[in-house]
């Protein structure tokens, strides 16, 4: 997984509430055994027409969001379906960051296993976030994860609260499965002890 | 010496299931069943590959394809590539991990939050996950069901365990009993209209009250499979005589003394007097009355005998921009009687609405009627053994008269990612779970509704109060 540290970078306002993972990546793509090339797909029925050509209103089709790899919503960011190709979507396009006031909590988890930030700041702070993001090329948002804070365009800083254990992870670029098997030992002993506590417990036959 | 601590339900499964607390709150959960589908698990078992891992517990894992899968002519096989190639691969996959698999053409074959409890394997006071954030669903059985996205999935392939910090507890407490024409479905969309699609984020909602404990398993499974529709990842209803009966004598669930021994267990569960909930949200049931969507949220909720609300008349100016977008999208004008809209397609399946209690809901309007003309209607059962069963109380015959199409078990139209599709600008009565732009197919509109209510609305050819047809 790719480390998250500090970026500074543009970022694409995206006047939205309760933005589902639908919208993020409809339905339709999820037929793929890969992680990688949802991108050109996020945002699917937001970005296209119905001849699948850019609708020009819409802010990752214009200049100079294009290029963003941060991007600024309303509430509830992600919710709806747990389908991480929402995240995948977005890390393929180039977003390495979300800032909302709330994120759906699957969305959330999804975020972190992918080197995707997802930072949660209060609505006053992500609208003068969204308003500094209009102002497009050289309106630049730092996110310091090591420091725990987002900057303005104009130099003001804004803290988030992130989870110790999630930041380390983000931090370090660590694979999760990796950390878990090193309790290999304390699974094992958890299973026996409910071996012998739950006798009945049946396996699954098919 | 100190009072035991008075724990919830949530509190009771969750503390039985963990291996290990870090400092920080996270801790190590042992999971009981992982339900595995086609669409979010193949990145998983090509990472375990990459990684030279293997499946830690393939006996507590079982896969089914459900997602993509057609709902007609499944002999002739998959046209669709990708759907191929996906379904193919997760057939490859269990294979080589030694993964329990369900064949598309076995009996048994069905949306994987169907099949779950159908089959027993969804046990009370079980963890209970899937790579699908309907896996809410099996909660109704007194589980700890929750679903998790891709990498989550590879974690509990690899380790039988996921990183997890407890949720917070939520009550919702509903009180008195459910009126003539009303069905958990309306109870729940209920709940979400109260709550919001984001009450519940961030909280287990454990459902009670003598409208909750009254419904059948079916409306149980319907109320919780909900619950992410407000935004909770999990609902729990307590397991008792209901749940019991209902479980067992299925093909996973214990038998003999085991059984016994398992009940003894799950009657501990429920939570205590005096547990302490973050949060508690009280409704009242007689209140409810058939309830419809307007929007493409599923709180945007109605009584089918309201008119489409109009957003000068909002709060705010962001909720009032926001339903001018849904009204737009859903092609409806403020003002407008909910009884007045007419439909296109009618869809009566999906995991919320496609056990053998909701067909037999639907059957009841439809019996002796005709479909309107025009209006496409099917019936898709959550998996073939509820249609075989189905087919034995002649629900099939009752529903093909009438002019529905009888199909195979899948998730089918409630997510347009098979054949089963709108196309766009087609309105829809739905009994599934979400109406979010292009959810149904791209352009689709959907209106959220109980099976009852979608019968009605098929034979009338628009939104109706399945009342009047009593």
């Known amino acids: 997984m790719e480390k998250f540290t500090r970026l500074t970078a543009l970022a694409a306002p995206l006047d939205l509430a309760n933005v589902d993972t639908d919208k993020i990546i409809p339905a339709r793509f999820l037929k793929t055994i890969k992680r990688s090339g949802l991108g050109i797909h996020l945002f699917d029925t937001l970005r296209y027409n119905e001849n699948e050509q850019e609708r020009p209103e819409f802010v990752l089709n214009q200049e100079p969001f294009r290029g963003a790899q941060i991007l600024i919503a309303d509430e509830n960011f992600g919710c709806g379906s747990s389908r991480e190709h929402a995240v995948w979507a977005l890390v393929d396009f180039g977003i390495r960051c979300v800032i909302a006031p709330s994120f759906a909590d699957i969305f959330y988890n999804n975020s972190f296993k992918n080197g995707l930030l997802p930072v949660r700041l209060p609505r006053p702070q992500c609208e003068k976030l969204m308003q500094a993001a209009r102002m497009g090329a050289n309106a630049r948002i730092t996110v310091d994860l090591e420091r725990q804070i987002v900057s303005t365009p104009r130099g003001e800083e804004f803290s988030f609260d992130i989870d110790p254990f999630r930041r380390h992870l983000l931090l370090e670029g660590l694979d999760d499965i990796g950390q878990t098997l090193q309790h290999a030992s304390r699974i094992e002993s958890y299973e026996a002890a409910r071996r012998a506590r739950e006798r009945w417990y049946p396996p699954i036959t098919a | 010496m100190s009072e035991p601590k008075s724990c919830t339900l949530f509190d009771k499964i969750w503390d039985s299931h963990v291996i290990e607390r870090f400092s920080d709150g996270t801790c190590l959960l042992y999971i009981d069943r992982h339900l595995v589908h ?81 089959l027993g394997i969804s046990l009370p006071g079980s963890t209970i996950v899937c790579g699908d954030s309907h896996t809410s669903t099996h909660g109704a059985l007194g589980a700890l069901a929750f679903g998790i996205g891709t990498s989550e999935v590879e974690h509990v392939l690899a380790t039988q365990t996921l990183l997890q910090k407890p949720a917070k507890n939520m009550k919702v407490e509903v009180k008195g009993s459910l009126p003539f024409g009303t069905y958990a479905k309306d109870l729940v969309l209920a709940i979400i209209g109260k709550i919001g699609t984001a009450g519940g984020t961030g909280h287990v909602i454990e459902y009670a009250g003598e409208a909750v404990r009254s419904l059948d398993m079916a409306g149980r499974m319907t109320v919780c499979n909900m619950s992410i529709e407000a935004g909770a990842r999990a609902g729990l209803i307590a397991p008792d005589e209901t749940t019991f009966d209902w479980i ?82 859903m092609g409806l004008a403020p003002g407008t009687r909910m009884q007045d809209i007419r439909v296109d397609v009618v869809f009566i399946g999906s995991c919320t609405n496609s056990r053998i209690e909701d067909l037999r809901a639907a059957a009841a309007v439809a019996k002796g009627r005709k479909v309107a003309p025009d209006v496409r ?94």
């Open chain 2, 38 to 118: 086609e669409v979010t698990s193949p990145q998983a078992f090509e990472g375990l590959r990459m990684a030279r891992r293997r499946v830690r517990r393939p006996d507590l894992t079982i896969a089914v394809i459900d997602h993509n899968v057609p709902t007609s002519n499944r002999q002739a096989g998959i046209a669709e590539e990708d759907s191929r190639i996906q379904i193919e691969t997760l057939e490859r996959n269990c294979r080589d991990f030694g993964v329990p698999f369900i064949p598309v053409l076995d009996v048994r074959q069905g949306i994987v939050h169907i099949i779950g409890p159908e």
């Open chain 2, 377 to 470: 209607a099917m019936v898709v059962p959550g998996s073939g053994l509820v249609k075989q069963q189905a087919e034995v109380e002649g629900l099939d015959r009752i529903f093909t008269e009438a002019g529905f199409e009888w199909r195979e078990a899948g998730c089918s139209m409630c997510l347009g990612m098979n054949p089963d599709r709108l196309s766009a600008g087609q309105r829809c009565a739905s009994t599934s779970n979400r109406n979010f732009e292009g959810r149904q197919g791209p352009g689709g509109r959907t209106h959220l509704l109980s099976p009852a209510m979608a019968a009605a609305a098929a034979i009338h050819g628009r939104l109706t109060d399945v009342r009047q047809m009593a």
């Open chain 2, 248 to 329: 067992k004598g299925r093909p996973c669930a214990p038998k003999a003394e085991a059984w016994d021994e398992a009940v003894r267990y799950w009657r501990t569960l429920a939570s205590d007097p005096g547990a302490h909930y973050d949060k508690i949200v009280q409704l009242d049931a007689t209140e409810i009355a058939p309830l419809v969507t307007w929007g493409t949220s599923p709180e945007t909720v109605l009584p089918i005998n309201g008119s489409v609300p109009d957003p000068d008349e909002a709060g705010d100016d962001g909720r009032r921009a926001q339903m001018r977008r849904m009204l737009d999208y």
